[in-house]
Protein backbone atom coordinates (compact mmCIF):
# COMPACT_ATOMS: atom_id res chain seq x y z
CA UNK A 1 0.00 0.00 0.00
CA UNK A 2 3.12 2.30 0.98
CA UNK A 3 4.73 1.35 -3.02
CA UNK A 4 1.19 2.45 -4.30
CA UNK A 5 1.04 5.94 -2.75
CA UNK A 6 4.50 6.35 -3.34
CA UNK A 7 4.44 5.83 -7.03
CA UNK A 8 1.16 7.60 -7.31
CA UNK A 9 2.97 11.01 -5.90
CA UNK A 10 6.07 10.15 -8.00
CA UNK A 11 4.26 9.63 -11.58
CA UNK A 12 2.21 13.27 -10.48
CA UNK A 13 5.67 14.89 -10.35
CA UNK A 14 7.29 13.45 -13.37
CA UNK A 15 3.80 14.45 -15.38
CA UNK A 16 4.04 17.96 -13.87
CA UNK A 17 7.73 18.10 -15.09
CA UNK A 18 7.28 16.92 -18.36
CA UNK A 19 3.76 18.94 -18.75
CA UNK A 20 6.64 22.02 -17.88
CA UNK A 21 9.20 21.05 -20.31
CA UNK A 22 6.56 21.11 -22.92
CA UNK A 23 4.80 24.45 -21.87
CA UNK A 24 8.60 26.13 -21.85
CA UNK A 25 9.62 24.75 -25.50
CA UNK A 26 6.10 26.24 -26.56
CA UNK A 27 7.03 29.65 -24.99
CA UNK A 28 10.19 29.99 -26.13
CA UNK A 29 9.35 28.72 -29.54
CA UNK A 30 11.50 25.90 -29.49
CA UNK A 31 14.48 27.62 -28.29
CA UNK A 32 16.18 24.59 -26.58
CA UNK A 33 17.40 22.15 -29.15
CA UNK A 34 14.73 19.36 -30.10
CA UNK A 35 17.19 16.34 -29.39
CA UNK A 36 17.55 17.28 -25.71
CA UNK A 37 13.88 18.06 -25.42
CA UNK A 38 12.96 15.13 -27.35
CA UNK A 39 15.40 13.09 -25.02
CA UNK A 40 13.69 14.71 -21.90
CA UNK A 41 10.26 13.89 -22.82
CA UNK A 42 11.60 9.95 -23.80
CA UNK A 43 13.21 9.98 -20.75
CA UNK A 44 9.67 11.24 -18.76
CA UNK A 45 7.69 8.91 -20.72
CA UNK A 46 10.14 5.89 -19.90
CA UNK A 47 9.84 7.20 -16.19
CA UNK A 48 6.12 7.36 -16.85
CA UNK A 49 6.25 3.62 -18.39
CA UNK A 50 8.00 1.97 -15.30
CA UNK A 51 5.47 3.75 -13.33
CA UNK A 52 2.69 2.38 -14.67
CA UNK A 53 4.16 -0.94 -14.32
CA UNK A 54 5.21 -0.67 -10.61
CA UNK A 55 1.92 0.58 -10.49
CA UNK A 56 0.11 -2.72 -12.10
CA UNK A 57 2.59 -4.60 -9.83
CA UNK A 58 1.35 -3.27 -6.83
CA UNK A 59 -2.18 -3.69 -7.40
CA UNK A 60 -1.54 -7.14 -8.15
CA UNK A 61 0.35 -7.48 -4.78
CA UNK A 62 -2.39 -6.12 -3.52
CA UNK A 63 -4.78 -8.22 -4.95
CA UNK A 64 -3.11 -11.00 -3.37
CA UNK A 65 -3.08 -9.80 0.10
CA UNK A 66 -6.47 -9.11 -0.20
CA UNK A 67 -7.08 -12.42 -0.93
CA UNK A 68 -5.02 -13.85 1.59
CA UNK A 69 -6.71 -11.46 4.40
CA UNK A 70 -10.15 -13.16 2.70
CA UNK A 71 -9.00 -16.44 3.30
CA UNK A 72 -7.59 -15.61 6.86
CA UNK A 73 -10.92 -13.98 7.64
CA UNK A 74 -13.12 -17.08 6.18
CA UNK A 75 -10.76 -19.13 8.41
CA UNK A 76 -11.38 -17.09 11.40
CA UNK A 77 -14.75 -17.32 11.11
CA UNK A 78 -14.41 -21.19 10.89
CA UNK A 79 -13.20 -21.72 13.80
CA UNK A 80 -15.21 -18.73 15.65
CA UNK A 81 -18.40 -21.27 14.79
CA UNK A 82 -16.45 -24.30 15.49
CA UNK A 83 -15.51 -23.10 19.17
CA UNK A 84 -18.90 -21.00 19.26
CA UNK A 85 -20.58 -24.64 18.90
CA UNK A 86 -18.09 -25.99 21.65
CA UNK A 87 -19.15 -23.63 24.20
CA UNK A 88 -22.91 -23.85 23.37
CA UNK A 89 -22.59 -27.73 23.95
CA UNK A 90 -20.25 -26.78 27.26
CA UNK A 91 -22.71 -24.57 28.28
CA UNK A 92 -25.68 -27.06 27.74
CA UNK A 93 -23.90 -29.99 29.83
CA UNK A 94 -23.27 -27.17 32.68
CA UNK A 95 -27.04 -26.22 32.49
CA UNK A 96 -28.00 -29.90 32.60
CA UNK A 97 -25.16 -30.43 35.76
CA UNK A 98 -26.82 -27.59 37.08
CA UNK A 99 -30.33 -28.72 36.98
CA UNK A 100 -28.78 -32.58 38.37
CA UNK A 101 -27.10 -30.00 41.36
CA UNK A 102 -30.53 -28.32 41.91
CA UNK A 103 -32.24 -31.45 41.76
CA UNK A 104 -30.24 -33.17 44.32
CA UNK A 105 -30.17 -30.51 46.74
CA UNK A 106 -33.64 -30.40 46.85
CA UNK A 107 -33.41 -34.09 47.93
CA UNK A 108 -31.53 -33.45 50.19
CA UNK A 109 -33.36 -30.71 51.80
CA UNK A 110 -36.31 -32.73 51.63
CA UNK A 111 -34.37 -36.33 53.46
CA UNK A 112 -33.22 -33.79 56.20
CA UNK A 113 -36.47 -32.30 56.35
CA UNK A 114 -38.19 -36.05 56.94
CA UNK A 115 -35.24 -36.94 59.50
CA UNK A 116 -35.88 -34.00 61.24
CA UNK A 117 -39.30 -35.04 61.65
CA UNK A 118 -38.48 -38.53 62.44
CA UNK A 119 -35.75 -36.92 64.94
CA UNK A 120 -38.43 -34.96 66.39
CA UNK A 121 -41.55 -37.29 66.40
CA UNK A 122 -39.79 -40.11 67.72
CA UNK A 123 -40.16 -41.40 71.64
CA UNK A 124 -36.47 -42.90 71.84
CA UNK A 125 -34.23 -40.50 72.74
CA UNK A 126 -31.56 -40.18 70.15
CA UNK A 127 -28.35 -38.91 70.99
CA UNK A 128 -24.82 -38.37 69.17
CA UNK A 129 -21.36 -37.81 70.02
CA UNK A 130 -17.91 -37.22 68.87
CA UNK A 131 -14.93 -38.85 69.70
CA UNK A 132 -14.35 -36.42 72.56
CA UNK A 133 -17.28 -37.97 74.11
CA UNK A 134 -18.64 -34.73 73.65
CA UNK A 135 -23.03 -34.17 72.72
CA UNK A 136 -23.36 -33.60 68.65
CA UNK A 137 -27.15 -34.27 68.74
CA UNK A 138 -30.20 -34.14 70.86
CA UNK A 139 -33.56 -34.89 69.43
CA UNK A 140 -36.93 -33.96 71.41
CA UNK A 141 -37.12 -37.46 72.77
CA UNK A 142 -33.98 -36.95 74.44
CA UNK A 143 -35.31 -33.48 75.56
CA UNK A 144 -38.51 -35.04 77.54
CA UNK A 145 -36.45 -37.99 78.73
CA UNK A 146 -33.40 -35.82 80.31
CA UNK A 147 -35.37 -32.85 80.80
CA UNK A 148 -32.54 -30.39 79.02
CA UNK A 149 -33.08 -28.23 76.08
CA UNK A 150 -30.90 -29.23 72.89
CA UNK A 151 -28.99 -25.98 73.43
CA UNK A 152 -28.16 -26.85 77.08
CA UNK A 153 -26.53 -30.05 76.23
CA UNK A 154 -24.86 -29.44 72.55
CA UNK A 155 -21.15 -29.36 72.97
CA UNK A 156 -21.34 -30.80 76.34
CA UNK A 157 -19.94 -34.08 77.98
CA UNK A 158 -22.14 -37.12 77.83
CA UNK A 159 -21.03 -36.76 81.64
CA UNK A 160 -23.88 -35.09 81.89
CA UNK A 161 -26.36 -37.82 81.63
CA UNK A 162 -24.80 -40.60 83.32
CA UNK A 163 -25.04 -41.75 87.01
CA UNK A 164 -21.10 -40.26 88.37
CA UNK A 165 -20.41 -43.23 89.64
CA UNK A 166 -20.78 -45.51 86.14
CA UNK A 167 -19.43 -42.20 83.79
CA UNK A 168 -15.89 -44.23 83.98
CA UNK A 169 -17.47 -47.58 82.96
CA UNK A 170 -19.59 -45.93 79.91
CA UNK A 171 -15.89 -43.91 78.76
CA UNK A 172 -14.42 -47.15 78.87
CA UNK A 173 -17.01 -49.07 76.65
CA UNK A 174 -17.05 -46.03 73.97
CA UNK A 175 -13.23 -46.07 73.74
CA UNK A 176 -13.22 -49.88 73.17
CA UNK A 177 -16.00 -49.77 70.89
CA UNK A 178 -14.38 -46.82 68.37
CA UNK A 179 -11.91 -50.14 68.20
CA UNK A 180 -12.03 -50.75 64.23
CA UNK A 181 -12.41 -54.30 64.77
CA UNK A 182 -15.58 -53.88 66.89
CA UNK A 183 -18.22 -53.92 64.20
CA UNK A 184 -21.64 -51.57 64.98
CA UNK A 185 -24.55 -53.12 67.21
CA UNK A 186 -27.25 -54.34 65.27
CA UNK A 187 -30.88 -52.45 66.28
CA UNK A 188 -31.82 -55.27 68.55
CA UNK A 189 -28.47 -55.55 70.26
CA UNK A 190 -29.72 -53.41 73.46
CA UNK A 191 -28.17 -53.26 76.69
CA UNK A 192 -29.46 -51.52 80.39
CA UNK A 193 -28.07 -48.62 81.46
CA UNK A 194 -28.67 -46.16 84.11
CA UNK A 195 -29.27 -42.70 82.53
CA UNK A 196 -29.22 -39.20 85.29
CA UNK A 197 -32.00 -36.31 84.47
CA UNK A 198 -31.50 -32.84 84.81
CA UNK A 199 -32.67 -32.61 88.28
CA UNK A 200 -30.09 -34.78 89.61
CA UNK A 201 -32.60 -38.12 89.34
CA UNK A 202 -31.66 -41.50 88.03
CA UNK A 203 -34.07 -43.98 85.93
CA UNK A 204 -32.88 -47.30 84.10
CA UNK A 205 -33.23 -47.20 80.53
CA UNK A 206 -32.21 -49.26 77.24
CA UNK A 207 -29.90 -48.66 74.57
CA UNK A 208 -28.15 -49.61 71.95
CA UNK A 209 -25.50 -47.32 70.12
CA UNK A 210 -23.86 -47.38 66.54
CA UNK A 211 -20.81 -45.93 65.23
CA UNK A 212 -20.11 -44.13 61.98
CA UNK A 213 -16.74 -43.49 60.73
CA UNK A 214 -16.58 -40.20 58.26
CA UNK A 215 -12.84 -40.68 57.84
CA UNK A 216 -10.82 -38.75 60.53
CA UNK A 217 -13.93 -38.72 62.59
CA UNK A 218 -16.17 -40.99 63.87
CA UNK A 219 -19.70 -40.37 65.25
CA UNK A 220 -21.67 -42.34 67.64
CA UNK A 221 -25.25 -42.59 67.91
CA UNK A 222 -27.18 -43.50 70.95
CA UNK A 223 -30.86 -44.39 70.88
CA UNK A 224 -32.06 -44.97 74.43
CA UNK A 225 -35.52 -45.84 75.66
CA UNK A 226 -36.60 -44.53 79.37
CA UNK A 227 -38.23 -48.25 80.67
CA UNK A 228 -39.41 -46.94 84.36
CA UNK A 229 -42.90 -47.84 82.87
CA UNK A 230 -41.83 -51.27 81.69
CA UNK A 231 -39.64 -51.96 85.22
CA UNK A 232 -43.25 -50.90 87.14
CA UNK A 233 -45.51 -52.76 84.88
CA UNK A 234 -43.51 -56.11 85.13
CA UNK A 235 -43.23 -55.62 88.55
CA UNK A 236 -46.53 -54.99 89.03
CA UNK A 237 -47.20 -58.21 87.03
CA UNK A 238 -45.03 -60.08 88.85
CA UNK A 239 -46.40 -59.08 92.43
CA UNK A 240 -50.10 -60.07 90.37
CA UNK A 241 -49.17 -63.29 89.46
CA UNK A 242 -47.85 -63.96 93.16
CA UNK A 243 -50.84 -62.68 94.56
CA UNK A 244 -52.89 -63.59 92.49
CA UNK A 245 -51.53 -67.37 92.35
CA UNK A 246 -51.67 -67.01 96.23
CA UNK A 247 -54.88 -65.61 96.88
CA UNK A 248 -56.55 -68.05 94.17
CA UNK A 249 -54.22 -71.25 95.61
CA UNK A 250 -54.81 -70.77 99.07
CA UNK A 251 -58.80 -70.56 99.48
CA UNK A 252 -59.20 -72.89 96.42
CA UNK A 253 -56.93 -75.18 98.72
CA UNK A 254 -59.26 -74.91 101.97
CA UNK A 255 -62.54 -75.07 99.25
CA UNK A 256 -61.04 -78.52 98.08
CA UNK A 257 -60.16 -79.77 101.18
CA UNK A 258 -63.20 -79.19 103.11
CA UNK A 259 -65.41 -80.43 100.39
CA UNK A 260 -63.26 -83.31 99.98
CA UNK A 261 -63.28 -84.86 103.46
CA UNK A 262 -67.57 -83.96 103.61
CA UNK A 263 -67.96 -85.93 100.38
CA UNK A 264 -65.77 -89.00 101.01
CA UNK A 265 -67.77 -89.44 103.77
CA UNK A 266 -64.69 -89.21 106.78
CA UNK A 267 -67.49 -85.90 108.05
CA UNK A 268 -70.85 -85.83 108.08
CA UNK A 269 -72.49 -82.79 107.39
CA UNK A 270 -74.50 -82.07 110.10
CA UNK A 271 -71.39 -82.90 112.48
CA UNK A 272 -69.62 -80.01 114.27
CA UNK A 273 -66.49 -80.73 112.27
CA UNK A 274 -68.74 -81.08 109.10
CA UNK A 275 -70.27 -77.52 109.61
CA UNK A 276 -66.75 -76.52 110.43
CA UNK A 277 -65.59 -77.81 107.33
CA UNK A 278 -68.44 -75.84 105.39
CA UNK A 279 -68.06 -72.64 107.23
CA UNK A 280 -64.45 -72.44 105.85
CA UNK A 281 -65.31 -73.72 102.57
CA UNK A 282 -68.00 -70.23 102.26
CA UNK A 283 -65.69 -68.38 103.84
CA UNK A 284 -62.90 -69.10 101.01
CA UNK A 285 -65.72 -69.12 98.67
CA UNK A 286 -66.47 -65.14 99.78
CA UNK A 287 -62.68 -64.61 99.68
CA UNK A 288 -62.21 -65.68 95.96
CA UNK A 289 -65.82 -63.63 95.46
CA UNK A 290 -64.07 -60.60 97.24
CA UNK A 291 -60.73 -60.95 94.95
CA UNK A 292 -62.71 -61.57 91.57
CA UNK A 293 -64.95 -58.05 92.57
CA UNK A 294 -61.85 -56.50 93.64
CA UNK A 295 -60.00 -57.15 90.13
CA UNK A 296 -63.04 -56.37 88.29
CA UNK A 297 -64.04 -53.06 90.09
CA UNK A 298 -60.66 -51.64 89.75
CA UNK A 299 -59.99 -52.51 86.08
CA UNK A 300 -63.64 -50.99 85.02
CA UNK A 301 -62.99 -47.92 87.08
CA UNK A 302 -59.80 -47.27 85.98
CA UNK A 303 -60.54 -47.61 82.47
CA UNK A 304 -63.72 -45.64 82.66
CA UNK A 305 -66.10 -48.23 81.86
CA UNK A 306 -67.85 -47.80 84.60
CA UNK A 307 -70.22 -44.71 84.62
CA UNK A 308 -70.47 -42.83 88.45
CA UNK A 309 -74.32 -42.27 88.96
CA UNK A 310 -73.33 -38.88 90.73
CA UNK A 311 -76.43 -37.31 92.59
CA UNK A 312 -76.42 -35.18 95.98
CA UNK A 313 -76.64 -37.53 98.59
CA UNK A 314 -77.02 -36.83 102.42
CA UNK A 315 -73.58 -37.14 104.32
CA UNK A 316 -75.22 -39.18 107.61
CA UNK A 317 -76.64 -41.80 105.21
CA UNK A 318 -73.59 -42.42 103.05
CA UNK A 319 -71.84 -42.94 106.97
CA UNK A 320 -74.54 -44.59 108.56
CA UNK A 321 -74.59 -47.32 105.57
CA UNK A 322 -71.35 -47.20 105.87
CA UNK A 323 -70.57 -47.83 109.52
CA UNK A 324 -73.51 -50.71 109.51
CA UNK A 325 -72.05 -52.78 107.04
CA UNK A 326 -68.24 -52.60 108.61
CA UNK A 327 -69.90 -53.02 112.37
CA UNK A 328 -69.88 -56.42 112.49
CA UNK A 329 -66.08 -56.48 112.20
CA UNK A 330 -65.86 -54.01 114.37
CA UNK A 331 -67.43 -56.01 117.60
CA UNK A 332 -65.51 -58.97 116.37
CA UNK A 333 -62.12 -57.06 116.65
CA UNK A 334 -63.34 -55.21 119.42
CA UNK A 335 -62.93 -51.98 118.00
CA UNK A 336 -64.88 -49.57 119.08
CA UNK A 337 -65.84 -46.62 115.87
CA UNK A 338 -66.56 -43.34 116.29
CA UNK A 339 -68.30 -41.13 114.04
CA UNK A 340 -68.74 -37.33 113.63
CA UNK A 341 -70.43 -36.52 110.58
CA UNK A 342 -72.18 -33.24 109.29
CA UNK A 343 -75.91 -32.49 108.09
CA UNK A 344 -74.94 -31.93 104.34
CA UNK A 345 -75.42 -33.37 100.60
CA UNK A 346 -72.76 -34.05 98.51
CA UNK A 347 -72.16 -34.59 94.82
CA UNK A 348 -71.49 -38.45 94.32
CA UNK A 349 -72.12 -42.01 93.42
CA UNK A 350 -73.60 -42.99 96.29
CA UNK A 351 -72.41 -46.93 96.25
CA UNK A 352 -69.45 -45.86 95.43
CA UNK A 353 -68.79 -43.32 98.16
CA UNK A 354 -70.36 -46.05 100.47
CA UNK A 355 -67.45 -48.60 98.98
CA UNK A 356 -64.59 -46.46 99.86
CA UNK A 357 -65.70 -45.60 102.94
CA UNK A 358 -65.62 -49.09 103.54
CA UNK A 359 -62.44 -50.22 102.67
CA UNK A 360 -61.13 -47.20 104.43
CA UNK A 361 -63.02 -48.67 107.83
CA UNK A 362 -62.33 -52.03 107.57
CA UNK A 363 -58.41 -51.39 107.03
CA UNK A 364 -58.85 -49.19 110.41
CA UNK A 365 -60.36 -51.57 112.22
CA UNK A 366 -58.32 -54.80 111.13
CA UNK A 367 -54.98 -52.77 111.51
CA UNK A 368 -56.40 -51.71 115.12
CA UNK A 369 -55.76 -53.25 118.64
CA UNK A 370 -58.75 -54.87 120.21
CA UNK A 371 -59.90 -52.43 122.70
CA UNK A 372 -58.72 -49.06 120.48
CA UNK A 373 -60.96 -46.81 118.34
CA UNK A 374 -61.06 -45.59 114.65
CA UNK A 375 -62.36 -42.18 113.81
CA UNK A 376 -64.55 -41.30 111.14
CA UNK A 377 -64.96 -37.51 110.63
CA UNK A 378 -66.93 -35.24 107.77
CA UNK A 379 -66.08 -31.85 107.90
CA UNK A 380 -66.66 -28.87 105.22
CA UNK A 381 -63.38 -27.98 103.33
CA UNK A 382 -62.49 -24.70 101.44
CA UNK A 383 -63.83 -21.41 101.96
CA UNK A 384 -67.82 -22.03 102.96
CA UNK A 385 -66.83 -24.54 105.83
CA UNK A 386 -62.87 -23.98 107.54
CA UNK A 387 -62.16 -20.60 109.05
CA UNK A 388 -58.96 -18.69 110.39
CA UNK A 389 -56.15 -21.10 110.69
CA UNK A 390 -58.00 -24.22 109.32
CA UNK A 391 -58.41 -22.74 105.92
CA UNK A 392 -54.67 -21.35 105.71
CA UNK A 393 -53.61 -24.82 107.41
CA UNK A 394 -55.76 -26.64 104.50
CA UNK A 395 -54.05 -24.31 102.00
CA UNK A 396 -51.04 -25.10 102.73
CA UNK A 397 -48.50 -28.05 100.69
CA UNK A 398 -49.12 -31.78 101.62
CA UNK A 399 -46.60 -32.46 104.31
CA UNK A 400 -43.65 -34.34 102.43
CA UNK A 401 -44.76 -37.93 103.88
CA UNK A 402 -48.67 -37.52 102.73
CA UNK A 403 -49.24 -39.40 99.64
CA UNK A 404 -51.27 -37.68 97.10
CA UNK A 405 -52.86 -39.00 94.24
CA UNK A 406 -54.95 -36.12 92.82
CA UNK A 407 -55.07 -32.47 92.22
CA UNK A 408 -56.35 -30.26 95.47
CA UNK A 409 -59.77 -28.64 94.76
CA UNK A 410 -59.26 -25.29 94.51
CA UNK A 411 -59.69 -23.30 97.72
CA UNK A 412 -62.74 -21.60 96.90
CA UNK A 413 -64.46 -24.65 95.96
CA UNK A 414 -67.10 -26.12 98.30
CA UNK A 415 -65.84 -29.55 99.47
CA UNK A 416 -66.32 -32.18 102.12
CA UNK A 417 -63.46 -33.81 103.85
CA UNK A 418 -63.56 -37.23 104.89
CA UNK A 419 -61.24 -38.64 107.24
CA UNK A 420 -60.49 -42.02 109.18
CA UNK A 421 -58.10 -42.27 111.64
CA UNK A 422 -56.93 -45.20 113.92
CA UNK A 423 -54.51 -45.98 116.26
CA UNK A 424 -52.64 -48.85 114.28
CA UNK A 425 -49.18 -50.02 113.61
CA UNK A 426 -48.58 -46.48 111.29
CA UNK A 427 -47.28 -46.70 108.16
CA UNK A 428 -43.62 -46.36 106.86
CA UNK A 429 -42.96 -42.74 105.30
CA UNK A 430 -41.63 -44.23 102.07
CA UNK A 431 -44.90 -46.38 101.70
CA UNK A 432 -47.24 -43.78 102.22
CA UNK A 433 -47.41 -43.23 98.21
CA UNK A 434 -47.36 -47.00 96.73
CA UNK A 435 -49.98 -48.18 99.33
CA UNK A 436 -52.41 -47.07 97.04
CA UNK A 437 -51.17 -48.79 94.16
CA UNK A 438 -52.62 -52.28 92.79
CA UNK A 439 -51.65 -55.48 95.34
CA UNK A 440 -49.45 -52.95 97.39
CA UNK A 441 -49.29 -53.46 101.49
CA UNK A 442 -47.25 -52.73 104.05
CA UNK A 443 -46.67 -55.88 104.81
CA UNK A 444 -46.32 -59.16 102.66
CA UNK A 445 -47.89 -61.04 105.39
CA UNK A 446 -50.95 -58.61 105.43
CA UNK A 447 -52.82 -60.70 102.96
CA UNK A 448 -52.55 -63.80 104.92
CA UNK A 449 -53.20 -62.40 108.16
CA UNK A 450 -55.87 -60.08 107.25
CA UNK A 451 -57.36 -61.74 104.28
CA UNK A 452 -56.64 -58.54 102.15
CA UNK A 453 -55.95 -58.81 98.49
CA UNK A 454 -53.92 -55.55 98.42
CA UNK A 455 -56.90 -53.65 95.75
CA UNK A 456 -58.50 -51.83 98.36
CA UNK A 457 -56.64 -48.32 98.06
CA UNK A 458 -56.06 -48.54 94.55
CA UNK A 459 -60.05 -48.99 94.33
CA UNK A 460 -60.31 -45.90 96.71
CA UNK A 461 -58.49 -44.06 94.42
CA UNK A 462 -59.86 -44.71 91.45
CA UNK A 463 -63.44 -44.00 92.94
CA UNK A 464 -61.89 -40.68 93.98
CA UNK A 465 -60.61 -39.24 90.88
CA UNK A 466 -63.66 -40.12 89.24
CA UNK A 467 -65.15 -37.67 91.44
CA UNK A 468 -62.62 -34.97 90.95
CA UNK A 469 -61.38 -35.72 94.44
CA UNK A 470 -57.95 -36.38 96.01
CA UNK A 471 -57.24 -38.61 98.70
CA UNK A 472 -54.12 -39.42 100.89
CA UNK A 473 -52.32 -40.76 103.53
CA UNK A 474 -50.60 -39.50 106.69
CA UNK A 475 -49.54 -41.57 109.49
CA UNK A 476 -46.53 -42.16 112.26
CA UNK A 477 -44.81 -45.15 113.11
CA UNK A 478 -46.11 -46.85 116.19
CA UNK A 479 -48.83 -43.81 116.49
CA UNK A 480 -51.35 -44.60 113.97
CA UNK A 481 -52.60 -43.67 110.28
CA UNK A 482 -55.02 -40.97 109.09
CA UNK A 483 -56.50 -41.36 105.35
CA UNK A 484 -58.48 -38.33 104.02
CA UNK A 485 -60.31 -37.80 101.17
CA UNK A 486 -62.16 -34.78 99.32
CA UNK A 487 -65.64 -34.71 96.92
CA UNK A 488 -67.35 -31.78 95.86
CA UNK A 489 -70.83 -30.74 97.50
CA UNK A 490 -72.13 -29.48 94.34
CA UNK A 491 -72.30 -30.48 90.77
CA UNK A 492 -69.80 -28.86 88.68
CA UNK A 493 -71.88 -26.77 86.08
CA UNK A 494 -73.98 -26.14 88.85
CA UNK A 495 -71.21 -24.62 90.87
CA UNK A 496 -70.38 -22.59 87.27
CA UNK A 497 -73.55 -21.20 86.99
CA UNK A 498 -73.75 -19.36 90.45
CA UNK A 499 -70.63 -17.90 90.70
Not at 17 to 42: D, E, M, Q
Not at 301 to 311: A, C, F, N, P, Y
Amino acid sequence: MLMTRFAIALSGIILNTLLANLFLVRWLNCSIPVPLTLLNLSINIGILILLFYLIQHTQGNHQHTQALLQKSMDDLELRVAERTAELLKVNESLQHELEERKHTQEALQISQARFAGILDIADSAIISIDTQQRITLFNQGAEKIFGYATSEVLGQPLDILLPAQATQIYHQHIQTFAEPAIQSYRIGDRCEISGRRKDGSEFPAEASISKLNLGKEILFTVFLQDITERKQIDRMKDEFVSMVSHELRTPLTSIHGSLGMLASGLLKADSEQGKRMLHIATESTDRLVRLINDILDIERIKSGRVKMEKELCNVNDLITTAVDIVQPLANTAGVTLSVTSFPIQVWADRDRIVQTLTNLLSNAIKFSERGSAVWLKAELGGNQGLRGEEVDEWMQPLPPNAASTHHPLHPSTPFLLFSVHDRGRGIPADQLETIFERFQQVDSSDSRNHEGTGLGLAICRSIVQQHEGRIWAESILGEGSTFYFTLPLSPPQTHSNKE
